[in-house]
Every structure is written in structure tokens, then in C-alpha cells.
């Protein structure tokens, strides 16, 4: 405990704040997180059966779908996030605190890992479609059977690199008031200049991150044996 107080001395008096900190980062991840992969995994595999040659050939949604994805993925989060300042607060009540990161946060994650799931179907061997096709199987049979079971292993990689990319926003986030662990780390490490709470928040977050990537690559060497 002493070794701790002369590392880290401000931030002792501060654990109880750093912890509802710590929680508030899990949340926004995983709330918008949960979100964002459905919808992102939704508009992915879209974007893949839609184009030019796949399943479900439509030139139009694909080009709209394509366009859309793009646009949000050129915008930058900080300007995000004020862009978005009307619609978060129709939708959540408030445009700060936890629950006004939510909204931009899945605003930002979607088209990421949208493109991160077109790029994992894409890997996929086009024989194997084929195969599906000539046994008459139906496009959502290709979907699930085919599309998604053996891409497994580079869908969850993609949610890996979205969720870390996430922690990464919700940092972010507390530049401007969305609270975790990026709000505290301004609002002490920075304005007050205390070098060791701005410290303490960069292990947390290089810890949950290892512990997320080291999660990813265990299920995946499950599933691949």
C-alpha cells in the first residue's frame, strides 16, 4: 500500500471516483458496443451480398449503403460528437455525461466495423458460395451457413479491433464532458497536472485492452481447432 501511495499520490484520496470512472468506461463500451456490433454486423453483411456479383445483387442499396458508411467513417469523433449534439439529446435527454456519449459512440462504431466485417466475408473462399448455390441453398441459408460460420474467426478478430477502437472513443469522449475514464484523466491528470492519475488511467486501459486482445485470440484458437 505504500508503494502504491508513493506511485500514484493524488490519486489515492481518488480511488472511489477512479472506480465509478472505470465503470463508466465499461458501460458506454459495452452498451453502445452490443449496439453497434448488430447493426454494424447487419449493414456488413449488406454491404457483401449486395454488391456487384454477390447473393443478393442490388446496385443501389449497395452504392447508398457504401456512400453512407463512408461519410461517417471521414467525419472525426470530436466533430462527431458535436454534430450530433441535437440528435443525442432528442434521443437520450442529455449531449453530456455517459449517457450522452452513447449515441455518437455507435455513430462512430457502426461504419467502422461495418467495413470490418465486409473485409472478413470477403476473405471468404467464393467456392464455397457456389458450392451452397448449386445445392439450392436459399440466400439467408448462405448467410448463416456459410457467410458467418466460416468467417468466424475473422468476425471476432473485427470485434476485437472494434471494441479496443472503442475504448479508444470513450476516452475521447471525456474531452468533452462524456465522463469514464478519458474525463477523469482530463479533469485531474491534465487541468491539474497530476502526472500519476494520468498515468494510473493509461494502465487500466492498456490492461483492458491486453485482457480483451488475449481473450480474442483464445476463443479463436478454439474455434479453429
Not at 449517457?99 to 457502426?110: D, E, N, Q, R, S
Request: hydrophobic residues 50%; positive net charge.
Amino acid at each position: 500500500m505504500q508503494l502504491f501511495q508513493s506511485l500514484f499520490p493524488n490519486l489515492v484520496d481518488k480511488l472511489p471516483e477512479f472506480y465509478d470512472s472505470f465503470v463508466q468506461t465499461l458501460f458506454m463500451t459495452g452498451f453502445s458496443g452490443i449496439i453497434s456490433l448488430v447493426l454494424g454486423l447487419f449493414i456488413g453483411i449488406t454491404l457483401t451480398v449486395t454488391k456487384k456479383g454477390g447473393i443478393l445483387e442490388n446496385a443501389v442499396l449497395s452504392s447508398v449503403l457504401d456512400k453512407t458508411v463512408n461519410i461517417f467513417r471521414t467525419i472525426p469523433f470530436i466533430i462527431l460528437l458535436a454534430l450530433l449534439i441535437p440528435l443525442t439529446r432528442m434521443i437520450a435527454g442529455t449531449a453530456i455525461g455517459t449517457k450522452g456519449a452513447i449515441v455518437p459512440l455507435i455513430f462512430g462504431t457502426v461504419p467502422f466495423f461495418a467495413r470490418q466485417v465486409e473485409t472478413a466475408l470477403a476473405e471468404l473462399d467464393k467456392g464455397l458460395i457456389e458450392a451452397a448455390l448449386s445445392m439450392g441453398s436459399s440466400p439467408v441459408e448462405i448467410i448463416k451457413r456459410v457467410y458467418l460460420k466460416e468467417s468466424l474467426p475473422g468476425l471476432i478478430r473485427a470485434v476485437t479491433i472494434t471494441a479496443i477502437s472503442l475504448i479508444g472513443l470513450t476516452a475521447m469522449a471525456g474531452a468533452v464532458g462524456g465522463g469514464g475514464l478519458g474525463d477523469f484523466a482530463i479533469r485531474y491528470g491534465h487541468q491539474r497536472n497530476q502526472t500519476d492519475v494520468t498515468l494510473a488511467t493509461v494502465i487500466v486501459l492498456i490492461l483492458l485492452v491486453s485482457f480483451l486482445q488475449s481473450l480474442s485470440n483464445w476463443i479463436i484458437s478454439k474455434i479453429s481447432h
